[in-house]
């Protein structure tokens, strides 16, 4: 039976993905239409730090050709934003002035750099790291300025900072908390990243947050909350992400920080849906793309009809991740409490690092640094929950030891 017309806001890796899992043995809509603000189909948002770097092309970014789409029957729109839900009407209203009814609607609007809330942003010169105009403008200017500042010691702003130094630039990054990347590492594996981050000649300072933009047109220097100055041509800001709620917000569905869904991803309207990174889960945003691509897995069945007891879990996602070129996973806890051990195995010759931490001989927690091949087996014996005294001895050496010692 035929759901009528679904129409998805939004085409980023997330819309997409849900895109892919509705067309697998055919979807159930009579009309399904994405309209995108972004002037080009969904592309792999992920890729654009190696496109920053160097590593990679534009042209190796795009997801599905027009070919995919055609064969599927998606009707796309880019290049023209959503700007108005009329949830009474079921319509959705685009700047262009396009007007579509829907039975469906899916919000997949992503999230936005948060702002500094600081004077100065609006200055020339100060930028965020999004999206691929972003990319390219940040390419074309790091060609005709020498220092950049990048305020954010995230996966983001670690990312953003070393492609502009692949690029030539002299760059610093301002790090609010005394570690970097602070959320997926502990503090061993913190300073082994910013010791080799030095060592490839970025600037590195943590503990400092920005207390202004300076400049006259242009921005000319970072002024810190200690008063001193760093000079610079370029400010990228990667301190956070917030999720794009407003549409959601002016319609009148529930929001907090982003767009309120539950686990079938659906928003306080039945006919509305919302996934990835503009979606709040059980007081719960998402930054990383694993828990948005498991959403469009599960929001595809609800739309089909076939969801039955699938419903999306918040866990603790591992985080799997590669700054400027060394891999990262971290899984569950991440920094020791005084109800958890740590097995450490730290190899300082080829600069790898392992923490597991344990809880009444269980693990509930996993950094691996330099070397990462058994992150998912580790995260697997965490969500297992069993007692794995037997392999303290070689737990750290990982998944081979283990089993052979069994
Ligand atoms: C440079 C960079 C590197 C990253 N690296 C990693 C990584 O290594 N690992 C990882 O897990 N994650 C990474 N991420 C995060 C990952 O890209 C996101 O989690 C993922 O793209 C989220 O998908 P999404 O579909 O929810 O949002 P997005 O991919 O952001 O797509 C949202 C789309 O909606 C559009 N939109 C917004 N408002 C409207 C509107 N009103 N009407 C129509 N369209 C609208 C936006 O323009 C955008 O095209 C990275 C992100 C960036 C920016």
């Known amino acids: 039976m035929s759901r009528g017309t679904l ?6 890796m997330v819309a997409q993905r ?49 070919g995919w789409f055609h064969g599927a029957g998606i009707e796309r729109y880019y290049g023209d934003p959503v700007t108005t839900i009329d949830r009474e009407q079921q319509r959705v ?19 936005r750099s948060t ?51 692949c690029r030539g630039m002299a760059v610093t990054v301002l790090h609010r908390n005394p570690h970097l990347l602070n959320r997926q590492l502990d503090t061993t594996g913190s300073e082994l990243l910013a010791a080799s981050l030095q060592e490839r000649g970025l ?72 996934l990835g990174e503009c979606c709040e889960i059980d007081g719960k945003t998402f930054g990383l793309v694993d828990p948005g691509y498991e959403q469009a897995r599960v929001l595809a069945q609800v739309l089909k009809g076939t969801v039955g007891k699938q419903l999306f879990r918040v866990t603790s996602q591992p985080t799997r991740l590669k700054i400027s070129g060394i891999p990262i996973y971290s899984c569950g806890q991440t920094r020791p409490d005084e109800h958890t051990e740590s097995i450490v195995w730290q190899d300082h010759e080829q600069n790898r690092y392992c923490r597991l931490l344990l809880r009444g001989g269980r693990l509930v927690g996993t950094v691996l640094f330099g070397e990462t091949s058994d992150g998912p087996w580790y995260a697997e014996q965490i969500r297992k929950g069993h007692d794995l005294t037997p392999w303290r001895a070689t737990l750290a050496f990982g998944r081979d030891y283990c089993e052979q010692a069994a």
């Not at 995108?36 to 160097?54: I, K």
């Not at 700047?95 to 999230?111: E, I, P």
């Not at 105009?133 to 702003?157: E, K, M, N, P, Y």
């Not at 407003?246 to 309120?260: K, S, V």
């Open 93 to 111: 209203i685009t700047a262009a002035g396009r007007n579509l009814a829907y039975d469906m609607l899916v919000l997949a609007t992503g999230a």
């Open 7 to 12: 129409v998805i806001c939004g085409h980023g």
């Open 115 to 165: 702002p500094l809330g600081i004077p100065g942003e609006d200055l020339d010169g100060v930028m965020t790291f999004r999206d691929l105009r972003d990319t390219r403008r940040l390419i074309d200017l790091s060609q005709r300025h020498g220092r950049a500042v990048v305020i954010g010691g995230g996966f983001l702003g670690l990312e953003a900072a070393e492609g502009l130094r």
């Open 203 to 274: 600037g590195i300072r943590t503990g400092v947050s920005p207390a202004a933009l300076l400049g006259n047109r242009r921005v000319r220097a970072v002024q810190l909350d200690d008063n001193t100055l760093v000079s610079t041509d370029l400010v990228i800001t990667a301190a956070g992400i917030t999720p794009n709620a407003w549409l959601a917000a002016q319609a009148g569905l529930e929001y907090g920080r982003g767009i309120r869904v539950n686990r079938q991803l659906r928003t306080s309207d039945p006919a509305i849906f919302a």
């Open 18 to 66: 849900l895109l892919e899992h509705l067309c697998e043995g055919g979807h159930p809509f009579n009309r399904v239409v994405v309209l995108g603000a972004e002037p080009v189909p969904a592309y792999n948002r992920v890729l654009l730090s190696s496109v920053l770097a160097g590593d990679a092309t534009l042209d190796q970014l795009l997801l599905k050709d027009d």
